[in-house]
């Protein structure tokens, strides 16, 4: 019975449910852990509002366990979920997600990139009736010339393949009503594009601007490899034109096929046999080779994701929680 649980959030607990929930994923943060906590737990304290921390430790393999295991004594509002191992920060940011029982829920980074003192103006943007307050990068100084440019093309892209409008410059610091949160986690796809899923829920929302500092301490989790992929989650997740284009371009082929292959056979006829056409011939069946393999790749990559929803596992495993109502499906 319990088994089936993985795949459905766990019921929210009856007790009395905190204000504000903030989701942490981490993977790898024990250099940033305490500069962390310092900030968010005093700058929560000011706020004067109930509140737990869900800290989701991602398989991290350094002393981030440990950390958060004398976090969570020190202050049990400070719950940890650890995973069984590495499920990249889109799981862990959902099965944050799963657990948060406030009555709005503020994924973000342990590095310090989203500020905490921007959850104030998100709780008043809240208050004024949005469902989903979300930051927006005034600009983007700390990144590289090459991750600004790769962002801009990405969001120009998906905006223009995806039939829902990703706000450009925003990451998954936000805050959202706990009802936008059941209607996130209700969507267990394994190809997870967080800031995708965000979009497609929909309900009331309202940005505001924000000046991304630069990680605290530590070093990124994501190099150019792992952003590309994440880029075609992101765009296989919400698109199917890539499966169009490629059937337009088989159209057009064959139509140029057809077009040189009459020409062709006009001119025998007209004029006779004529052997040479050697380049020509290797033009022909390279570029028609090329494109059947561009296409093939391009059903490949939708084929793969296929595979893997049709596998049905659970998003995550976890391996031991604290604070947190342990989940016999979660639990080993
Ligand atoms: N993260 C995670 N699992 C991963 C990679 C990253 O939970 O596999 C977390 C990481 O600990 C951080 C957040 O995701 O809290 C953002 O990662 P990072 O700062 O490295 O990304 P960047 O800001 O460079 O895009
Ligand atoms: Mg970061």
Redesign the pocket.
Same mark, same amino acid.
């Given at each position: 019975m319990a088994s089936q649980n993985v795949n459905t959030r766990p019921p929210l607990p009856q007790a009395e449910t905190p204000t504000l929930s903030i989701v942490?994923?981490? *993977? =790898?943060?024990a250099d940033v852990l305490p500069f962390l906590f310092d900030r968010l737990c005093s700058f929560l304290e000011n706020l004067g509002e109930s509140y737990e921390i869900i800290c989701?430790n #991602?398989g991290s393999t350094d002393a981030t366990t440990g950390l958060l295991a004398e976090a969570h004594k020190r202050d049990n509002r400070i719950k940890v979920l650890n995973f069984s191992r =590495? *499920?990249? @920060?889109e799981v +862990?940011?959902t099965a944050g997600l799963d657990f948060a029982s406030g009555q709005a829920v503020v994924p973000i #980074? +342990? #590095?310090l990139?989203d500020p905490p003192e921007l959850i104030e103006t998100f709780l008043e943007k809240w208050r004024e009736g949005y469902d989903v307050v979300y930051a927006v990068r005034r600009h983007r100084d700390t990144d590289t010339a090459m991750k600004r440019w790769s962002a801009i093309r990405f969001y120009k892209v998906i905006n223009r393949l995806s039939g829902v409008p990703i706000p450009a410059d925003t990451g998954d610091f936000r805050l959202m009503d706990q009802r936008v949160v059941r209607a996130i986690v209700q969507l267990r796809e394994q190809n997870r594009f967080m800031k995708g899923l965000f979009a497609w829920v929909g309900f009331r929302h309202t940005e505001v601007a924000y000046d991304r500092p630069e990680?605290a301490a530590g @070093?990124?989790? *994501?190099n150019y490899w792992r952003l590309w992929n994440f880029a075609l989650d992101g765009i296989t997740g919400f698109s199917t034109v890539p499966l169009r284009i490629a059937g337009y371009i088989g159209m057009l082929t064959a139509l140029a096929a057809i077009i040189y292959g009459i020409f062709l056979i006009s001119r025998t006829l007209v004029y006779g046999a004529d052997v040479p056409g050697y380049a020509s011939l290797m033009v022909a069946v390279l570029l028609i080779g090329g494109l059947q393999l561009v296409v093939l790749g391009v059903i490949g990559e939708y084929l793969g994701r296929l595979y893997s929803e049709a596998q049905k596992r659970p998003l995550y495993i976890v391996e031991s929680s604290l604070g947190l109502e342990p989940q016999d499906s979660h639990s080993p």
């Amino acid at each position: 019975m319990a088994s089936q649980n993985v795949n459905t959030r766990p019921p929210l607990p009856q007790a009395e449910t905190p204000t504000l929930s903030i989701v942490v994923p981490m *993977f =790898n943060e024990a250099d940033v852990l305490p500069f962390l906590f310092d900030r968010l737990c005093s700058f929560l304290e000011n706020l004067g509002e109930s509140y737990e921390i869900i800290c989701v430790n #991602d398989g991290s393999t350094d002393a981030t366990t440990g950390l958060l295991a004398e976090a969570h004594k020190r202050d049990n509002r400070i719950k940890v979920l650890n995973f069984s191992r =590495n *499920f990249g @920060k889109e799981v +862990a940011l959902t099965a944050g997600l799963d657990f948060a029982s406030g009555q709005a829920v503020v994924p973000i #980074d +342990a #590095d310090l990139q989203d500020p905490p003192e921007l959850i104030e103006t998100f709780l008043e943007k809240w208050r004024e009736g949005y469902d989903v307050v979300y930051a927006v990068r005034r600009h983007r100084d700390t990144d590289t010339a090459m991750k600004r440019w790769s962002a801009i093309r990405f969001y120009k892209v998906i905006n223009r393949l995806s039939g829902v409008p990703i706000p450009a410059d925003t990451g998954d610091f936000r805050l959202m009503d706990q009802r936008v949160v059941r209607a996130i986690v209700q969507l267990r796809e394994q190809n997870r594009f967080m800031k995708g899923l965000f979009a497609w829920v929909g309900f009331r929302h309202t940005e505001v601007a924000y000046d991304r500092p630069e990680r605290a301490a530590g @070093k990124t989790k *994501f190099n150019y490899w792992r952003l590309w992929n994440f880029a075609l989650d992101g765009i296989t997740g919400f698109s199917t034109v890539p499966l169009r284009i490629a059937g337009y371009i088989g159209m057009l082929t064959a139509l140029a096929a057809i077009i040189y292959g009459i020409f062709l056979i006009s001119r025998t006829l007209v004029y006779g046999a004529d052997v040479p056409g050697y380049a020509s011939l290797m033009v022909a069946v390279l570029l028609i080779g090329g494109l059947q393999l561009v296409v093939l790749g391009v059903i490949g990559e939708y084929l793969g994701r296929l595979y893997s929803e049709a596998q049905k596992r659970p998003l995550y495993i976890v391996e031991s929680s604290l604070g947190l109502e342990p989940q016999d499906s979660h639990s080993p």
